[in-house]
């Protein structure tokens, strides 16, 4: 309300200074001096302004009295009608308060250690005692039947030496293959010796051809069976 009545009385003062009557100018001096003073121009402008600073004037006092009622404070909150619902109180969120702690007594009786158990003994096991039956005696290993190595193993050599298939005469040589020798292999194990003769493979103990049959595979030379006769293949 300060406001408005300041606004108010610089509003009539501006109109003392411009000799426009105020609230405090008598109607009668405004009236007389008006007619003295002024056409009727000038009493139009006048009035007309007169009329808007009165505007003015209400506009701004009906907005400070807006003003005043919305910051009014209001009174005491209105109760609740019976039909509003009031928010529902959550109570599960409740502080948690602090454990007790417990009792002297009872923290000392925690704290000593329990009495040792006394040790179980185990079980006492019966002595085993061995059985009194017969003991059998392993039977003996008995060996493999041997083989007929016939085949494998030469025959002892003689002192003399063998004769050499070269060193034949040519009517004996007639009745044997060519007997070429184009490959050997020699091994410790009889069984794996080879020889290439004739274009063929021959182990010892096979025959070469009829009547012809090859009886061991040496380093150097070989022994052919020729219808009882030993002879010796160079190679």
């Known amino acids: 309300m300060s ?5 108010l009385r610089r509003a ?29 121009a000038a009493r139009g402008v006048a009035a007309r302004r007169s009329a808007l600073v009165g505007l003015l004037a209400l506009l701004a006092l009906v907005a ?10 209001s009174g005491d909150p209105a109760e609740p009608t019976p ?13 948690s308060s602090p454990a007790p702690a417990p009792p002297p007594a009872a923290a000392a009786a925690a704290a000593m250690p329990a009495p040792p158990a006394e040790a179980v003994a185990p079980p006492a096991t019966p002595p085993v005692t061995p059985a009194t039956g017969p003991i059998l005696a392993p039977a003996p290993v008995q060996p493999p039947p041997a083989k007929a ?9 003689s ?21 070429k020798v184009s490959g050997v292999t020699y091994a410790e ?23 012809v049959t090859l009886e061991s595979i040496g380093q150097r030379s070989a022994v052919i069976n020729h219808q009882g006769q030993r002879l010796r293949l160079s190679y």
């Open 3 to 7: 406001y408005i009545l300041d606004a």
């Open 64 to 73: 400070a009295l807006a003003w005043w009622l919305i910051g009014k404070p």
């Open 189 to 211: 194990t009889p069984s794996l010796r080879m020889l290439i003769l004739d274009g063929q493979v021959v182990q010892e103990g096979q025959d070469i051809a009829a009547g």
């Open 159 to 179: 002192d003399k030496p063998l004769p050499s298939i070269n060193d034949l005469a040519p009517s004996q040589r007639a009745g044997l293959p060519p007997l």
């Open 83 to 95: 039909g509003e619902a009031r928010p529902p109180v959550n109570t599960s969120q409740t502080p």
């Open 149 to 157: 190595a016939a085949a494998e193993t030469p025959p002892p050599a």
């Open 12 to 40: 009539d003062a501006e109109r003392e200074r411009g000799q426009v009557p105020g609230l405090h100018t008598p109607p009668t001096t405004w009236a007389k001096e008006g007619q003295r003073r002024r056409s009727p």
